[in-house]
C-alpha cells in the first residue's frame, strides 16, 4: 500500500520547529529539561539558530530548575516541621506521665550518711556586754595601735585570706581519712573585744566574726568547728588578753578549753579548783617592738595553774639562737626556770617548739590528741592534758614530718587546729602550714 505524503496544507499545520518521530508530532519546547531542545540551524532544511531562540532555551531551562529547587525546599521543610512537632508533642506526654507517677515510698529513699559539702556555717547570735570606754584616743605606735596603755594589733584579713586557710584545714582532712575526727579553732585576738568599734574602724581593722564565718563555712571536707567568739567575748572586759603582748592570758585560754570540752563532749576542769601561780612584771611582745613608754606603765601579770594528777612530758626544744634539739627530752608541765632572754611565755609547754608531749599517766583509756598550732596553742594545753591520755603539741611553724604519719605512728585519733586569727589570715604562715601533708 502507497503512503500518502503530507499535503503543504498539513505541513503549515506542524508547530514551528516541530516534526514527526514515529509517526507522532513533537513539540519544539517541552516542560521537561530531558527533552527541552532548540534549533542549532544544522541539518538539510533547517534554519540557522538565531540569539532569540537560545535565550528563550536558557530561559524555560532556569525556569524549571528553579521550580524544581522550590518544591525540595518545600518539602524539606515540611518534613522538619514534622519531626519538631512530634518531639514536642512527645515532650509534653513524657513530663504528663513522669507528674502523674506516685511519690516514691519513704523507706525506699536513700539518705546520704555525710553530706558531700558542709553546709554554710551559722554563728550563734550572742548580745556582749558592752565594753567599758572612757572615750578617749589612742595613737600608733610602730604598728601597734596604743589605747588606754595597751597594745592592739590591726587586723588586714579578708574573704581571700580567711579561703586560702580554711582550704588548708580541709585538705588536711581529706588527707587524715574519715578515721580522724579534725577540729578547727580560730582564736580572734585583743582588737576583736579589748577595742571600741568607734577606733576599730577608724584604724581600718577589719571585722573579724565576718573572717572567721567565711572559715568555718568553707572546708573542703568535714572539719568541726570550735567557735570561741562569743566565749570569749562574755568576757571581754576580764582579763582574757595581755596589755602588752598579743597573746591571750591563761583566763582566755580556759575560756576557750571549756569551748572545746563542749564541742568534743567531755567535762571540763574547774579553774576554781587548781591552784594558781603567778609571774610578775611581764613586758611583752609590743614593749620589745616598740619600747613604748604607755605600755610600760602597764606590765602584766602571767597566770598558770598547778592542774592535778601524774603527768609526764617530753619537748624537742629550740633555743633562743633558733637551733633545735636532735632529740626529745624528758621535762616538767611548766618551764619555770627560764634561761637567760628567754620569754616568760614560754612557761607554757616550753615555749613555740616543734613537738611537746604529755602523758597523762593515770588517764590509759587511748584516747589521744594533736594540737596544730602557733603561739597561741601553748596556754590551752595544760587544761587539755587533764582530760586526755597524751597530747602532743606540733608548732606548725618548726616541725618537719608528716601530720598524718605523725597520727599512724602514734595512734592518734583527734586532730585540733589552734591558731590566731592573724596566723590563720597569713599567706606565708598557711603555706607553712601546708608543708606538714
Same mark, same amino acid.
Given at each position: 500500500m502507497a503512503h500518502s505524503r503530507p499535503s503543504k496544507n498539513n505541513k503549515d499545520k506542524l508547530p514551528a520547529g516541530g516534526g514527526r518521530k514515529n509517526g507522532r508530532i513533537t513539540p519544539r519546547y517541552s516542560s521537561d529539561i530531558s527533552q527541552l531542545r532548540y534549533n542549532t540551524g544544522k541539518g538539510r532544511g533547517k534554519k540557522p539558530a538565531t540569539p532569540r531562540s537560545r535565550r528563550e532555551y536558557y530561559r524555560k531551562k532556569e525556569e524549571i530548575r528553579k521550580r524544581r529547587a522550590k518544591k525540595r525546599a518545600f518539602v524539606l521543610c515540611t518534613i522538619l516541621m514534622i519531626i519538631v512537632t512530634a518531639a514536642i508533642i512527645g515532650i509534653f506526654i513524657f513530663r504528663g506521665?513522669? *507528674?502523674?507517677?506516685?511519690?516514691?515510698?519513704?523507706?525506699?529513699? =536513700?539518705?546520704?550518711?555525710?553530706?558531700?559539702?558542709v553546709p554554710p556555717y551559722t554563728p550563734a547570735t550572742v548580745e556582749l556586754p558592752e565594753l567599758e570606754d572612757d572615750g578617749s584616743d589612742g595613737y600608733t605606735d610602730g604598728g601597734i595601735y596604743i589605747w588606754n596603755s595597751k597594745g592592739f594589733d590591726i587586723f588586714k584579713g579578708d574573704e581571700k585570706s580567711a579561703l586560702l586557710y580554711s582550704t588548708a584545714v580541709g585538705d588536711f582532712k581529706e *588527707?587524715?581519712?574519715?578515721?580522724?575526727?579534725?577540729?578547727?579553732? =580560730?582564736v580572734p585576738n585583743h582588737t576583736a573585744y579589748g577595742l571600741p568599734d568607734r577606733l576599730s574602724s577608724e584604724i581600718g581593722s577589719n571585722p573579724q566574726r565576718d573572717n572567721l564565718t567565711i572559715i568555718y563555712s568553707n572546708y573542703g571536707e568535714q572539719v568541726i568547728p570550735v567557735d570561741i567568739y562569743n566565749q570569749l567575748g562574755q568576757k571581754r572586759n576580764d582579763y582574757i588578753f595581755y596589755n602588752t603582748d598579743n597573746r591571750w592570758t591563761s583566763?582566755?585560754?580556759?575560756?576557750?578549753?571549756?569551748?572545746?570540752?563542749?564541742?568534743?563532749?567531755?567535762?571540763?576542769i574547774s579553774l576554781d579548783e587548781l591552784d594558781k601561780n603567778t609571774i610578775e612584771n611581764y613586758s611583752g611582745s609590743y614593749i620589745k617592738s616598740t619600747d613604748n613608754e604607755d605600755l610600760q606603765q602597764n606590765l602584766d601579770t602571767i597566770e598558770y595553774y598547778t592542774i592535778s594528777g601524774e603527768y609526764e612530758c617530753s619537748v624537742i626544744e629550740r633555743s633562743v639562737d633558733g637551733t633545735t634539739a636532735q632529740q626529745a627530752e624528758d621535762c616538767e608541765m611548766y618551764k619555770t626556770k627560764l634561761d637567760e632572754g628567754e620569754d616568760e611565755l614560754d612557761v607554757f609547754a616550753y615555749g613555740d617548739n616543734p613537738l611537746f608531749i604529755v602523758d597523762n599517766v593515770e588517764n590509759n583509756d587511748g584516747n589521744k590528741l594533736l594540737v596544730i598550732k602557733d603561739t597561741f596553742g601553748s596556754a590551752i594545753v595544760p587544761y587539755l592534758a587533764a582530760n586526755y591520755d597524751e597530747v602532743h603539741v606540733i608548732d606548725f611553724r618548726y616541725y618537719e614530718g608528716s601530720v598524718k604519719d605523725y597520727c599512724n605512728k602514734k595512734g592518734i585519733k583527734n586532730v585540733l587546729f589552734l591558731n590566731g586569727i592573724m596566723s590563720a589570715n597569713s599567706a606565708a604562715q598557711v603555706n607553712k602550714l601546708s608543708e606538714l601533708f
Open positions: 506521665c513522669t *507528674a502523674q507517677q506516685p511519690a516514691a515510698p519513704q523507706n525506699d529513699i =536513700v539518705v546520704a550518711t555525710e553530706p558531700s559539702t *588527707a587524715l581519712g574519715s578515721d580522724i575526727t579534725v577540729y578547727n579553732m =580560730v583566763l582566755g585560754a580556759y575560756q576557750a578549753y571549756t569551748a572545746f570540752a563542749k564541742t568534743a563532749g567531755f567535762d571540763p
